[in-house]
């Protein structure tokens, strides 16, 4: 009889076998797209200052100063956030911190709707940078703990590709929102669209169960591991070439590229416009293609060595160029060539143990955005001083971001590269 009330008992499943059960329908490529939807939310925060510029100061008078603040909010606190969002993914993963992250995102999203004056809107847009950042962070840790590493270029490669309809979205449909109805009606759509990728991360997207034989430092001890991540003796080669690598494409893509074919070649609005499509279309092509390249590491440490080189290259000829077909057929190629950066990102994957990937992520992270910061200012400044000397702007700013370029890829190349852990196959 004790037998058989012990057979009637339903035996206890353990707690990990529970918990991976708890999605047991929903595939891999469901949760990674529903991460790569906060991505893409990021890349249509990051662009939407342009297209809001003259509503904002006409509704609330505010001056080009004022202007610059307000979209210099999301990217400082973007770029400050990165350290502690990449803790939170090694510790807590993607799911949890995402999720957490990106209800600031929606939250600022629709304060922004109803902001009463432009401190109030700034600071909404704080809390945007905030719940952004994790938003392709989130998605490579995801790759890194769930795919081989062979597949990590791939995959990565499509995620930076598809985020990329951010940017579409902030083009001709929002501007057609804006211009039929208001600038708070563009916050509402997007407001609205970051509710439903934050309910589809929530919904969908399950962590991995910790392996029993790893056991997760506690917070302090997690933050206290950036140091020794910073001492390892290929991280400053890796991190200076972060700082100027994609600086160099946002810097020409947001600064220098309009008024070049404009001043330069004579080029209208529209026109310059076309040649800005085709270069965003070029970039969100290359990510995909360069992660298609099967190479080791070594291999693919010569391809991003290759892909800098032909940046150093076309912005010494932009800075010398004449012709203004050379101009826009190298700014569409440049557009092409950002795929490169994303072997970078697969170069720390591979450099680093799994178990603090996020963080790696994040420090690289947090280089590139600072980089970009420091770029567009060394750049502004060079343009300026060219123009009170009654000079040409475009050649020194060109010219200081070819010789920012060949500083960074020097030290990459010359500096320490990873070993041990199977690294140089």
Not at 357 to 364: K, V
Not at 397 to 419: D, E, N, Q, Y
Request: proline share 5%; glycine share 10%; charged share 10%.
């Amino acid at each position: 009889m004790l037998t058989e009330a012990r057979k009637a008992q339903p035996i206890k499943q353990p707690r990990s076998t529970r918990h991976r059960r708890a999605h047991p329908t929903i595939p891999l490529w469901a949760m990674l797209a529903a991460l790569s939807a906060v991505a893409a939310m990021s890349q249509a925060f990051r662009t939407v200052a342009t297209l809001f510029a003259g509503a904002l100061q006409r509704e609330f008078g505010a001056s080009t100063e004022e202007i610059g603040l307000f979209a210099g909010a999301f990217h400082l606190s973007f770029a400050m956030a990165q350290i502690p969002i990449g803790v939170a993914l090694d510790l807590f993963g993607p799911r949890r911190t995402v999720g957490a992250a990106f209800l600031l995102a929606c939250a600022g999203s629709f304060l922004s709707v109803f902001a009463p004056s432009l401190p109030v809107l700034v600071a909404s847009q704080v809390l945007i940078g905030i719940g952004c950042a994790p938003a392709f962070l989130g998605a490579i840790v995801f790759i890194t703990s769930r795919y081989p590493a062979g597949q990590f270029a791939r995959l990565s490669g499509l995620v930076l590709s598809f985020s990329g309809i951010g940017m579409l979205i902030t083009g001709t449909p929002l501007a057609f929102v804006v211009e039929t109805w208001s600038w708070r009606a563009g916050f509402l759509v997007l407001a609205i669209l970051s509710a439903i990728v934050l309910a589809a991360n929530v919904l969908l997207v399950s962590d991995q169960e910790t392996k029993p034989e790893r056991r997760q430092p506690g917070l302090l001890a997690a933050f206290a591991e950036i140091g020794p991540l910073l001492a390892q003796r290929h991280t400053i080669g890796i991190l200076l070439l972060g700082i100027v690598g994609y600086a160099a494409f946002l810097t020409l893509r947001g600064l220098w590229a309009v008024p070049m074919l404009m001043e330069r070649h004579g080029y209208g609005l529209v026109a310059s416009g076309h040649v800005m499509l085709a270069a965003s279309v070029a970039a969100l092509l290359g990510p995909p293609a360069f992660g298609l390249l099967k190479t080791g590491n070594r291999g693919r440490r010569l391809w991003i060595i290759a892909g800098a080189a032909a940046y150093v290259l076309a912005f010494a000829i932009l800075a010398l160029s004449g012709s203004g077909v050379v101009d826009v057929a190298l700014v569409v190629l440049l557009g092409f060539l950002t795929g490169y950066f994303i072997l970078q990102y697969a170069d720390i994957r591979a450099a680093y143990a799994e178990e603090v990937a996020g963080r790696a992520f994040a420090l690289f992270n947090t280089a590139v955005f600072l980089g970009v910061a420091l770029m567009q200012w060394l750049t502004g400044l060079a343009g300026a001083l060219a123009a009170v000397r009654g000079g040409d702007p475009l050649l020194p700013a060109f010219l200081v971001i070819s010789a920012l370029l060949a500083a960074g890829l020097t030290g990459f190349v010359l500096l320490p590269w990873p070993r041990g852990r199977g690294w140089e196959r």
